[in-house]
């Protein structure tokens, strides 16, 4: 398994071509917004994009070293 930081210039095309999208410290407002359609960060915006594009999204509780 492969993990790649995305920023947010590259993020539909890196959603496009993975599976999986893991958010080490994903935090309940950024949940709640992605959920109602809010999409104030890059966060937010690719928790909803995943969700809406069927990918499978994983949130951990505790962070992983992305180096």
Known sequence: ??????????????????????FPTLTQNTAAKAAVGIRDSSAAEALAC??????KVIAVTDSIPLR
Do not use: C
């Not at 398994?1 to 893991?22: G, H, P, Q, R």
């Not at 995943?50 to 990918?55: A, D, H, I, R, Y």
């Open 1 to 22: 398994m492969k993990f790649e930081e995305v920023s947010e210039e590259n993020l539909y095309d890196a959603l496009s071509k993975i599976d999986t999208v893991i």
């Open 50 to 55: 995943g969700l809406l594009l069927k990918k």
